[in-house]
Structure formats: structure tokens, C-alpha cells
């Protein structure tokens, strides 16, 4: 999938496809690339996330920017989601630590046990999204976890895209075990401080893969006389 998302985005950012152009369609770019239906759905997904494409139902996918913006996850750009993901979910990590039950330990436990065998990105997306819900409940107030059930959907497509294009998951398997040890030693510090590091690798992350694949610019060439 990165390699056609890299071809695809490539044609696109050199101005192979004008602004306005209909890629071709589904069965022409599978037939030219050699891939599956879902692999090049996953591209094109890919691609109208980092503002590239719009999809048209029944129309086809159509070129609308020649170079990647910020990401939007199904109603919140990237870093609409962010912001509000570092003044809620570094503080309900630190409540998490003083007010934690052994069982939202266990539980926590059991899952990030889970998530660190899963090889199914589909299944360890869905729980990664759990993750976050199992935190806010910990702090104890149904309000964080109202607010996190709220940004689920947008949750869980940027876990997807991270994990896709990023190769996030193992690194965020750690992370997520750095912030259950911080709840098991009831670490409040430890806790905001192991939030905080895994939002900003989310953002580094998210960052690296915007600016991936950018075309170089031609070196304007001087004339000897």
C-alpha cells in the first residue's frame, strides 16, 4: 500500500494530473500497478486524508490539491484532534493514576497484552482506540470518557493511517505499556509525562508523513556566456 500511495502521490505532487483531473478508475490503476482492490483502496483513502483527492460516489476519485495538507480524520483535521487530545487525555492520565481500581488495572493490562500479540491492523486499531477509553474511565469522571467516546471514529481512522504509513504500532505498544506503568506505580507525574511523549510522537509522526515524497524542486540553471 505505501508503495502505491508513494506512486500515486508522486504523480500527483509532480503535476502529472491537473487539479480537477478524474484519476483513472479502480479496475485501470489495479490492472497498471499490480495490486489488489483493497490495497488501492487503502491509497486512495490514503490520499483524500492528506487533502489530495476528493471521492465522488459514482463519480470516481478527482484531484482537488498538489500538495498534501493537514490530515483530516472524518470530521476533525489533525490538529484540531491534537490539541484537544493534549488538554484532555494528559490530565485524565493523571487523575488515571490517583483514582485507578485494580480493576481498570487488569483491564489495561489485558489489553495492552492483547495489542502487543495482534497482527490484525484492523483488530489492534479497535483497540487502540479501547485503550484511551480504559484511561478516561480510570479517572473516574464519565465526562472524559464521554468526550473520548466522542473522538472514537476520528481516533480510529488516524490510528489507522499511522499505523499504515507510519509503522507506529510498535512503537506505540510501547508507549501505551510506559503509561500503564506510570497507573500501576499511581505515578500522577509519570503518568501526564508518559501521555504527553506518546501525543508527540503521534504528531512527529503525522508530520513526517505529510512532508514524505515531497517533489524536488528544479535547480534554475545559469547560463555561461
Known amino acids: 500500500m505505501e508503495a502505491v500511495l508513494a506512486h500515486l502521490r508522486g504523480a500527483i505532487e ?5 487539479i480537477g483531473d478524474k484519476l483513472p478508475s479502480e479496475a485501470e490503476l489495479c490492472r497498471t500497478l499490480e495490486v489488489s482492490r483493497p490495497v488501492l483502496r487503502e491509497a ?4 483524500q ?8 460516489t459514482g463519480k470516481g476519485t478527482f484531484v482537488v490539491a498538489h500538495t498534501a495538507g493537514e490530515p483530516t480524520f472524518g470530521d476533525y483535521t489533525a490538529g484540531d484532534l491534537l490539541e484537544v487530545r493534549r488538554h484532555v487525555e494528559i490530565p485524565v492520565a493523571g ?5 485507578r481500581t485494580p480493576e481498570n488495572l487488569e ?9 502487543e500479540r495482534e497482527t490484525d491492523t484492523t483488530a489492534w486499531v479497535a483497540m487502540d482506540t479501547l485503550f484511551h477509553l480504559t484511561v478516561a474511565e480510570a479517572a473516574q469522571n464519565p465526562v472524559f470518557r464521554r468526550v473520548i467516546e466522542e473522538l472514537r471514529d476520528a481516533l480510529a481512522r488516524q490510528s489507522a493511517f499511522l499505523d499504515e504509513l507510519g509503522g507506529r504500532r510498535a512503537q506505540s505498544d510501547r508507549e501505551h505499556r510506559a503509561i ?6 499511581g505515578s500522577e507525574h509519570d503518568a501526564t509525562e508518559a501521555m504527553t511523549h506518546h501525543l508527540d510522537r503521534v504528531e512527529s509522526t503525522l508530520t513526517d508523513i505529510v512532508r514524505a515524497a515531497r517533489p524536488a524542486r528544479p535547480r534554475p540553471t545559469t547560463s555561461r556566456q
Open 44 to 47: 486512495l483513502r490514503a490520499l
Open 49 to 56: 486524508t492528506m487533502g489530495l483527492t476528493v471521492s465522488r
Open 95 to 99: 487523575y488515571a493514576a490517583l483514582r
Open 180 to 185: 500503564v506503568e506510570a497507573l500501576i506505580a
Open 14 to 18: 509532480r503535476g502529472d494530473y491537473a
Open 107 to 115: 483491564s489495561l493490562t489485558l489489553l495492552l497484552d492483547r495489542m
